[in-house]
Structure formats: C-alpha cells, structure tokens
C-alpha cells in the first residue's frame, strides 16, 4: 500500500481480492479501512470497477474487540454471496474486532459463504489503511479518499461527522484511445464509470463535489486531467453531466439514452445514483 502526499488521500490498493463462495456462486471483494481517532469505515471494493459494494461503519470504546456498528450497507444482489462475511472477517483479522454490537450487519453469518484461501491471510499483500486527521474536515459535509489499481481509480465521499459512506465515482484513468468523438478525438482523457450517490444525501452537491475532486487528484497524479463523460448515459446523466461541464461524447445505443432503470437503484434498495449502470452516469 502507497499514499501520495494531497489534501485528499490517493491510495494504491496493491493487494490481492478476498475471495468468497455463496449459494450464488464465487465473488472477489478488495478491502479498504479508513479511521479517525474511534471511528472506523471498511469498505468493500469491486475488484474491476472500484465501485463499493458493501460497508461497515463503527466505533470502539473501552475494548477494541468490539466494534458498535453506527452504519452499514451491503449490495442486495451480492448478499448471498457473502459481502458482510467478507467485511466482518477482514475487520477481524485487520483490526481485531471478532465482536459487534448497534445495527445488524446484513449478510454477516458465516454459513451464508466460506471465505476462500482463509489459512492464507497472513500472506496476501495488506489492505490499504487511511487514517485521517481529527477536526481536518469539520467544515466540510464529506471526506473524499481516492483508490486506484490497474488504471482504475475511485473517489470514494464519506459523511464527515460519521465516516459513513454516502456516494463514489469510478473512473478510467487513461481511456484507450483517448478521447471518443469530437474535434479533438484521440486526446488523452480519462473516463467516468459509474456516479452513485446515496438517497439521503442526493441534491446536495455530493456527485458534483466528486467530480471535480477527480480532476483535482488527476491533475495532482500526473493523470489526463480531463476526464470525459461516458457515451453511455442515462437522461438524468446527461443532465448532470451538462451541469458539471466535461466533454459529453455522443451516446451510443444510436443516440438513445440508457434507460434508467438500472441495477444498482433495485440492489441498494434505495435509488440514489446519477447514472444508470456501470459504464454510464
């Protein structure tokens, strides 16, 4: 695990995926921890998207072994494949929490899934840990921490008074063959993959906050700064992708747009994004 110097956090997740298999079949899960001072978050992490899947937000008192859990949510399509397993067992073996008590972590029984390779944690690479500093985003109503590997990246948008996650945007960040369309077809560019914003916290600014974090850290990196929208819109997408400003390439699908009724809003339980599917916002 690296961290680069920035106002936002910019890691590399260079370790490997917890594995897991459920009565829906395997699934690989990467895991991040970010804390400050009592208050822990761990996350989980498509593996190709960088999209969280899954989270766990608590605090410990007197006895470090037990964690109350403040907030926590998990994908209902990756239920059954053991999401909360994951996230438990890793809490367990990172920071040796093995006790919860609070709200109920959603598919957190251990007979719901086995977790591959299990003797073998002790050898993968370590998970990225961020610890941010106590009162640096007092003023501010999300922390954002950036996450990338294999030229992917995420901002990944924290309550700052909770640490609970309310919203991310993966993207690409260099697109093949630069810039899709347009007078300056072939430029350089990174490439939006999905926008998610949590329900409650919709209408306040967060995806737009997290886009221009992107071309902050880009810029920060040494990555394409601009970073265009992807061809694959849903209505509501190409709205905001017209407030934000950006390179808008042509939609594919022969003009139409996505429809927005879309996986992400049915698994969640709670419609919250911008976009209507990976690869589209």
Request: net charge negative.
């Given at each position: 695990?690296?961290?680069?110097?920035?106002?936002?956090?910019?890691?590399?997740?260079?370790?490997e995926?917890?594995?897991?298999i459920?009565?829906?079949g395997?699934?690989?899960?990467?895991?991040?921890?970010?804390r400050?001072?009592?208050?822990?978050?761990i996350?989980?992490?498509?593996?190709?998207?960088?999209?969280?899947?899954?989270?766990?937000?608590?605090?410990?008192?007197?006895n470090?072994?037990?964690g109350?859990?403040k907030?926590?949510?998990?994908?209902?399509d990756?239920?059954a494949?053991g999401?909360g397993?994951v996230?438990?067992?890793?809490?367990?073996?990172?920071?040796?929490?093995?006790?919860?008590?609070?709200?109920?972590?959603?598919?957190?029984?251990?007979?719901?899934?086995?977790?591959?390779?299990a003797?073998?944690?002790?050898?993968?690479?370590p998970?990225?840990?961020v610890?941010?500093?106590?009162?640096?985003?007092?003023?501010a109503?999300?922390?954002?921490?950036v996450?990338?590997?294999e030229?992917?990246a995420v901002?990944?948008?924290?309550?700052a008074?909770t640490?609970?996650?309310?919203?991310?945007?993966a993207?690409?960040?260099?697109?093949?063959?630069?810039?899709f369309?347009g007078?300056?077809?072939?430029l350089?560019?990174?490439?939006?993959?999905?926008?998610?914003t949590?329900k409650?916290?919709?209408?306040?600014?967060?995806?737009?906050r997290m886009?221009?974090?992107?071309?902050?850290?880009?810029?920060?990196?040494?990555?394409?700064?601009?970073?265009?929208?992807?061809?694959?819109?849903?209505?509501?997408?190409?709205?905001w992708?017209?407030?934000?400003g950006?390179?808008?390439?042509?939609?594919?699908?022969?003009?139409?747009?996505t429809?927005?009724?879309?996986?992400?809003?049915?698994?969640?339980g709670?419609?919250?994004?911008?976009?209507?599917?990976?690869?589209?916002?």
């Amino acid at each position: 695990m690296t961290t680069e110097e920035s106002t936002t956090p910019v890691v590399v997740i260079d370790g490997e995926p917890w594995e897991v298999i459920g009565h829906a079949g395997r699934a690989k899960l990467l895991v991040v921890l970010v804390r400050r001072g009592r208050l822990s978050t761990i996350l989980g992490l498509d593996p190709d998207v960088l999209t969280v899947m899954g989270h766990i937000t608590w605090t410990t008192g007197s006895n470090d072994h037990v964690g109350e859990v403040k907030d926590t949510q998990v994908r209902k399509d990756k239920t059954a494949r053991g999401v909360g397993v994951v996230l438990c067992r890793a809490a367990r073996e990172l920071v040796g929490v093995d006790a919860w008590t609070g709200l109920a972590i959603p598919d957190s029984e251990d007979q719901v899934c086995s977790l591959q390779d299990a003797d073998a944690i002790s050898t993968r690479q370590p998970d990225p840990f961020v610890d941010l500093v106590d009162g640096s985003s007092a003023a501010a109503e999300e922390v954002h921490v950036v996450f990338h590997r294999e030229g992917s990246a995420v901002v990944v948008a924290l309550a700052a008074n909770t640490l609970a996650w309310i919203g991310h945007l993966a993207w690409r960040i260099t697109r093949p063959g630069g810039r899709f369309d347009g007078p300056e077809a072939g430029l350089a560019v990174g490439e939006i993959k999905r926008v998610d914003t949590r329900k409650e916290f919709r209408k306040r600014g967060v995806a737009d906050r997290m886009y221009r974090r992107v071309r902050e850290v880009a810029a920060g990196q040494g990555w394409p700064v601009e970073v265009d929208h992807n061809p694959d819109r849903t209505e509501s997408g190409d709205r905001w992708a017209m407030k934000v400003g950006g390179w808008r390439p042509a939609l594919s699908n022969g003009g139409r747009y996505t429809p927005d009724f879309n996986d992400f809003m049915r698994t969640w339980g709670c419609p919250g994004s911008v976009d209507g599917r990976i690869g589209s916002h």
